[in-house]
């Protein structure tokens, strides 16, 4: 069965509740898609231990072959043991930031320590722990994280990403920035600092961001950042419905909807919103959730046409949809086009990210040249995605006559 149908079939029995449909009913639909391919998306994605919860919850387990609970149970308790040592270098590390009186904003997976955002701390996998700390307090933190049994990584990490700090087989990030700094102007960063929430873990005070900062920056570092609008992580969009589950009446949507209006992201939000709804079912206040048809109808056939594109046109994908989900005129869509393809994917690329794909080290000098290369690079591919797209169409034109 196609890789896209099972990830959201997976995408959406993690968001269902009981009672919304029946045992027999998921077992149908599960019934035709091998196991085995569920566990390797599943793996892939990093929701194995949400996964085999839900299986319990709904009574799935009877009718799994003994080998393949089996697996499953094992990522399941190797996934709670990876979030027990999470969890134990997670308060260390805000214990001796603590005491040298440095605030820290923890960001992402690791909310869940200190708030109840999945039914338990067990279910989100996480690969790292990320941690916001102030510019000026970098130093002393630094000492803090060593302190703390770590030792920084020298790399080729932009400054603005993160540092990197490996030990007791786990990494901490440490930002001062919620995003890399070419969008930071999405953010207002006094704002986001002032209303970040005092919460505990294990007794130690520390803060998270505001429910809605914390929508605000999970739609800004999946669909922005990271551009997941075609190929989407099923933890993403798992981490977004069960915030929203979470705080409920907390989230300030129409303060949402401000922020991406001024900032000129709304399309872009919107096709989020209708991402989310597809996948999880899950309806979000009416407002943000009202598309026009003729929006629906754009989304679904681009997103049909694009999710099966080839995996080394899967960079181009993304940019082509980033630009077409912004709509306008010939005049908005050459802008738009010039700030997906040059704006954003050369001009404002950092060096080490563009000095570490090329594998180039120490030469600085070259960064014009490689900007140079990388800008043809870019073009090259959304050509190969629009002859890809026209190919596609002329061939299901044929079948259709």
Known sequence: MNKSIIKGHIAR???????????????????????????????????????????????????????????????????????????????????????????????????????????????????????????????????CIQDAGFCCVEGRIPYDLSEDFEGRNVTVEMHYLPVPKKYIGLFDMDSFWAKAEEVRIDGLRTYVPSPTDQIYHKFIHDMIRHQELINFRIQDLCDFEMTTQCYKERIDWEEILYRVRENDIESLFKFYCWQVKKNLGLELPEFINDFS???????EKWYDQLKECPGWLESASERLMAILVRGGNVVNHLKNSFDVLVKESVLNESREFLLSIYHIEGKEALLPFIRLIHFFRVIILHIFIIFYLTKQHLSTGKQTT
């Open 293 to 299: 048809n003729d929006s629906i109808e754009s989304y």
């Open 13 to 143: 029995l993690l968001s269902l509740k009981t009672g919304e449909v029946s045992v027999d009913e998921l077992r149908n639909k599960l019934k035709p898609i091998d196991w085995k391919d569920i566990i390797n998306i599943a793996q892939e994605h990093r929701v194995m231990p949400f996964l085999f919860y839900k299986i319990k919850q709904f009574g799935l387990e009877d009718g799994l072959k003994p080998e393949i609970w089996q697996v499953m149970s094992l990522e399941y308790q190797k996934g709670v043991a990876r979030n027990v040592i999470f969890r134990h270098v997670l308060r260390d590390v805000i214990r001796s930031l603590n005491q040298c009186g440095i605030k820290a904003v923890i960001l992402k997976g690791a909310i869940n320590f200190c708030e109840n955002i999945y039914e338990n701390w067990n279910l989100r996998s996480m690969e790292d722990l990320d941690i916001l700390i102030k510019e000026e307090d970098f130093p002393v933190a630094r000492k």
